[in-house]
């Protein structure tokens, strides 16, 4: 039971450059998150997935998309990367999106643009 | 929106001192109110707890207290220990949100020294 897991872990990319976050959850949750964090700012949810076939926007979408692949996979893509986009990224899942449901996250992804 | 303010940013202890955290919210129809604990290069980890029902909430070391009425929470941590330095964030979700939105307060940096 890996729990949540996402990759890469490190990645540089030059502006304008396009990539993919991948994520999987082992837990059979309906529920899964993308955040961002930044220092000094917590962490903001980008985009969340309430269920399968699901994807609704969070406090700081502007310039990413997200897919529901299944209902373990739920991936974060990056069009055209700007600098203002270097920050640590975490995917998370959780039962259900009902508040009091425990989010547990990934390891998180280290995304430098220069 | 919620908004989440978490004071100090920095908690500097001597071990076996206690260290309080505190933090307030905006929407008075928040009601569930988590801490997470977040060690360096770590992802974040729930580490308790509470609802709006409740006032005060204890585990071992640790307890959150609940004021509805002013609309702030705080953990509390006793005898503090080396492996209680780490970030801490609080975090506020609504019964409301059809989804696990939880709004993070900036974070806490708890350092313990022996």
């Known amino acids: 039971n890996a729990g949540v897991t996402q990759t890469p872990k490190f990645q540089v990319l030059k502006t304008g450059q396009s990539m993919t976050l991948q994520c999987a959850q082992d837990m059979n949750h309906n529920s899964m998150y993308w955040y961002r964090q930044d220092p000094g700012m917590g962490l903001r949810l980008i985009y969340y997935s309430a269920s399968e076939g699901t994807t609704d926007k969070g406090e700081v979408p502007n310039g990413y998309n997200v897919s529901r692949l299944n209902k373990r996979e739920f991936s974060l893509r990056l069009e055209s990367a700007a600098p203002s986009q270097t920050s640590v990224y975490f995917c998370?899942?959780?039962?259900?999106?009902?508040?009091?449901?425990?989010?547990?996250f990934g390891e998180g992804s280290w995304l430098t643009v220069v | 929106g919620e908004n989440v303010e978490q004071h100090p940013s920095t908690l500097s202890v001597q071990e076996g001192d206690s260290a309080v955290i505190k933090c307030t919210y905006s929407d008075s129809a928040s009601n569930y109110f988590p801490w997470y604990k977040q060690e360096l290069g770590k992802r974040p980890q729930l580490i308790i707890d509470?609802?709006?029902?409740?006032g005060e909430k204890k585990d071992q070391r640790i307890a959150v207290t609940l004021n509805k009425t002013a609309k702030h929470f705080s953990l509390h941590i006793t005898e503090t220990q080396p492996e209680d330095s780490a970030v801490y964030f609080c975090?506020?979700?609504?019964?409301?949100?059809?989804?696990?939105?939880?709004?993070f307060g900036a974070g806490t940096q708890v350092v313990v020294t022996p």
């Open positions: 509470i609802r709006s029902n409740v």
């Open positions: 975090a506020a979700s609504k019964r409301s949100d059809s989804w696990g939105k939880l709004q």
């Open positions: 998370a899942s959780s039962d259900t999106g009902a508040p009091g449901n425990t989010i547990y």
